[in-house]
């Protein structure tokens, strides 16, 4: 916006700045003066700044405002501002009840709020420092509390009582993959593959049906095949007060103590996800005591990653972010001047859990196919995870069925600078009709340590033991049921480790696993993979990656290695080379292929990459891939040819449709039938919206989906001013919404789109309003401000809308612009006519509102 048009549009913004004299110089002044002599207007006594002259006053009359506590913003809501019970020529926000269990108190501050108007409107000096403001430009209530009398909040996170659950809606999201191939002297392919979620949300409830399906037509086979399933039904709701969600129907069990398998049934499981981001997994806890009110700081290798000030006394740090591993340094600065330091050391193990805290997962009902029925006997499980201390956690869990049983326990341990260790042994019991009852143990053996001092961290994790006639459910099932008694592990071993070599700016990674059967041949993978950035002359950040891989499957050795460099070009693209080496004892794809090729993003929607180059045997190839993030889907599409040999050709396509009573939109989705957000601009097209992802534009009805969200995460989404057209302006641009899994979140940016001009308003009588009056339009959004003699800049003009101007604290006059407007290079002269006193609508206002 430029200079001419900022002040165009808001005068007095910068005028008042200039010319208040306040009785009172303190910020908190109820009554501001007006110099008004100061002005150059033609008619001194036509002059109404009463809409200024109370701080932050609004007349009274109900608005839709987003609500704004502290830094953080809640939906869209109905607001009515009314005088208080003492001041009847004011004007204050009723905050209901309703409201108020948005905002989070605390128990404590929740017994001390009192309320006016027959205990319907919140009295906002029940709590000291408490204050709230509207404002009527950005369409929002603003709430100031002190964060003493509020839940825990953390960046990006708020607390449950603030979780929005969503709107009603329908999905159907859907990943739709396509390919044809001519192979030259074999046979033509054509395939086209599916998979999606279709679903409805009422309230808290997420209904989900799971699909899949493909379609298969070989020129060799000389026939065609295809099939379709509903995979899964469920149904899902977040149960806030216990930070756990329940789920009802089919599902796979959610263990990390015993394997999982199919069923249908329930279960209720605490979800890590509902935690704050610095409060979800394990960390250490961090304790001491302050002789004052002391600053601890904690950092690791001099980063600073948490620093508070503790009162005098005992104190406890448990909200350290759950990725924090390795030796941490500990200073307490007391306000005495003196000061203490210590460390501690720590690592990360999937089963230790932080100190009191307690993580469980319960589910019951009966395994069941993918064809929806049930086989075997009713089952109940639970399992948990303690954090006794700061150093060991017990864990465990049980399994009853009538047939099988088993039950596990076990113990996380952090050794302080020699790492972190769990132990589990699991006990099974089942009973097979031809083999009678069989009993076993295995056990699992995890580790981990981070050496800081070199760079480096190793781990030992799934190192497993079973008995020979160890059986997990899903084993116990396929035996009995299908008679399939093979393939039973006997040892699984995998370890990985990180180092970086930050001097020679290498990373390394390496990963070896083995497995190997009571029954079947011993399966192996090796993963290694150096990468490293470097400066070449004037380019920078050239990398060059090498990884070798060696899989052993069944008796077959698949070896493969790939060097990989990249050398940017341009402001965005990047020049590659691939050399690739395969060996395989399984396929005849033996050989070594070099390409070169040329990869850049066009913008934040659309990519590609193209490769040319010598395949195996000096056969040459080439290929082609492009991505495209559009309002509607995702679009991949790629080709790929090799002389000789094949060219294909493939098409993806990934995106949902939402229904809701607000509208129903096809937009591109993250995950299949996850949480999104739909968005209102106020029945404009095609405005710019940036999300986490590409942008997305509003469709021809005025909405927009986002899927890039995240669930109970603080989301959000802006309007992306700089490239909005010129005929539209965005008086809310940003909005947030805290998520609960699998809502659809509703929120409406404040657009006003249409012309804009000079403009002189005339009452009937031939005067002008006075100085000062404001011009809204139909949803209240504040279009222009009155200047000498009627003058006005007005923006949002649209054939056949209304207008109102106010002044004395009340709807005055009505514009009524022409079906058919006259140029807009002069000066409109737009007549305003009387209209009735708004006490009656105010009136409908309030009861509509339950006041």
């Known amino acids: 916006m430029n200079v001419y048009r900022y002040f165009a549009v808001r005068p007095l913004s910068a005028l008042l700045a200039l010319v208040t004299l306040v009785n009172n110089p303190a910020w908190s002044v109820q009554t501001i003066e007006f110099n008004t002599d100061f002005l150059d ?7 109404d700044l009463s809409d200024f002259s109370r701080a932050d006053y609004l007349m009274p009359g109900q608005y839709q405002m987003v609500v704004r506590i502290n830094k953080n913003e809640l939906r869209e809501q109905n607001i009515t501002f009314m005088p208080p019970e003492d001041d009847p020529k004011g004007s204050v926000p009723c905050l209901t009840s309703d409201l108020v269990k948005q905002l989070g108190f605390t128990a404590a501050a929740s017994r001390e709020l009192r309320w006016w108007k027959n205990g319907q409107c919140l009295k906002l000096d029940s709590l000291k420092g408490m204050s709230a403001r509207g404002d009527l430009g950005s369409s929002s209530l603003y709430l100031n509390v002190p964060q003493a009398y509020l839940e825990y909040v953390a960046d990006n996170w708020d607390p449950p009582s603030r979780w929005d659950n969503g709107i009603s809606a329908l999905l159907f999201d859907y990943n739709l993959n396509a390919h044809t191939s001519h192979i030259t002297k074999g046979h033509d392919s054509q395939t086209l593959s599916g998979n999606g979620t279709t679903g409805f949300n009422l309230g808290a409830w997420r209904l989900r049906a799971d699909w899949q399906g493909n379609y298969d037509r070989s020129t060799k086979k000389g026939n065609s095949s295809n099939n379709w399933d509903i995979s899964r039904y469920d149904a899902y709701r977040t149960i806030a007060a216990l930070r756990a969600k329940l789920r009802l129907g089919e599902s796979y069990l959610n263990s990390t103590v015993f394997d999982s398998f199919r069923f249908l049934g329930a279960s209720l499981v605490s979800d890590d996800n509902m935690l704050p981001p610095n409060l979800r997994g394990y960390a250490p806890e961090v304790s001491g005591v302050a002789k004052t009110n002391a600053k601890v700081t904690i950092s690791q290798q001099g980063r600073v990653l948490y620093e508070t000030t503790v009162p005098s006394g005992l104190f406890r740090i448990q909200d350290l972010n759950s990725v924090t591993s390795g030796t941490l340094d500990i200073k307490i600065q007391e306000q005495d001047g003196t000061s203490r330091t210590f460390q501690i050391r720590t690592a990360n193990v999937p089963y230790l859990t932080r100190p009191g805290q307690l993580r469980y997962k319960l589910a019951l009902g009966k395994p069941s196919h993918l064809k929806h029925n049930t086989q075997g006997t009713g089952f109940a499980t639970s399992e948990f995870s303690w954090g006794l201390n700061n150093s060991w956690s017990l864990y465990g869990g049980a399994m009853l069925a009538a047939d099988y049983n088993t039950a596990a326990v076990g113990v996380g341990r952090d050794l302080l600078s020699l790492g972190a260790l769990s132990f589990d042994v699991t006990c099974s019991r089942g009973t097979l009709p031809q083999q009678g009852m069989l009993s076993g143990r295995a056990f699992h053996l995890s580790y981990s340590k981070r050496f800081d001092e070199y760079d480096s961290q190793v781990t030992i994790a799934d190192y497993r033991f079973p008995d020979r006639n160890y059986l997990s459910m899903g084993q116990y099932l396929d035996t009995r049921y299908h008679g399939n008694n093979h393939g039973s592990s006997k040892e699984i071993f995998t370890v990985t480790f990180n180092k970086q070599f930050p001097d020679m700016g290498i990373s390394s990674y ?6 190997t059967y009571w029954d079947l041949p011993a399966n192996d993978s090796y993963n290694l993979s150096l990468s490293r ?15 070798a891989y060696r899989n052993l499957y069944n008796n077959h050795i698949d070896d493969s290695l790939l060097l990989s460099l990249s ?9 590659t080379y691939d050399g690739h080496y395969n060996r395989s004892g399984s396929s005849n794809s033996n050989g070594s292929s070099n390409m070169v090729g040329y990869s850049d993003r066009i913008d934040d929607n659309n990519s590609y990459n193209v490769k040319s180059g010598v395949a195996q045997q000096g056969r040459g190839t080439a290929s082609g891939y492009f991505t495209h993030d559009g309002d509607m889907a995702q679009l991949i599409a790629n080709a790929s040819y090799e002389s000789g040999q094949y060219s294909s050709v493939g098409l993806g396509l990934q995106g949902g449709i939402t229904a809701t009573l607000q509208g129903a939109v096809m937009h591109r989705i993250n995950a299949l039938g996850g949480t999104r957000i739909m968005v209102d601009t106020d029945g404009v097209n095609d405005v710019p919206i940036r999300g986490y992802g590409g942008i997305s534009h509003s469709n021809r009805f005025g909405k927009a989906v986002s899927s890039d969200v995240n669930s109970y995460y603080r989301n959000s989404l802006s309007v992306d001013i700089n490239a909005l057209p010129d005929n539209v302006d965005a008086t809310r641009s940003v ?3 805290t998520l609960t899994e699998g809502a659809v979140g509703y929120r409406r940016f404040g657009v006003i789109s249409g012309e804009k001009a000079m403009a002189t308003i005339r009452l009937t009588d031939g005067s002008a309003p006075p100085f000062g009056a404001t011009v809204v339009n139909k949803k209240r959004y504040q279009t222009g401000i009155v200047n000498d003699n009627g003058s006005v800049w007005i923006i949002g003009i649209k054939p056949g809308e209304t207008m109102h101007v106010l002044w004395d604290g009340k709807t005055q006059c009505a514009i009524s612009l022409p079906e058919r407007l006259p140029p807009l290079t002069s000066n409109l002269l737009l007549p305003c006519n009387a209209v009735r006193s708004n006490v ?3 009136a409908a206002a309030e009861k509509e509102n339950g006041l």
Do not use: C, E, M
């Open 41 to 47: 207007v033609k008619d001194g006594r036509k002059i």
């Open 510 to 515: 390496i990963n070896y696993s083995h497995r």
């Open 533 to 547: 950035y470097f400066n070449v002359g004037r380019v920078s950040n050239v990398s060059i990656n090498l990884s």
């Open 567 to 575: 050398v940017p070009w341009g402001n965005t693209g990047s020049l």
């Open 735 to 737: 909005v947030q919404a």
């Open 840 to 842: 009656a609508a105010d």
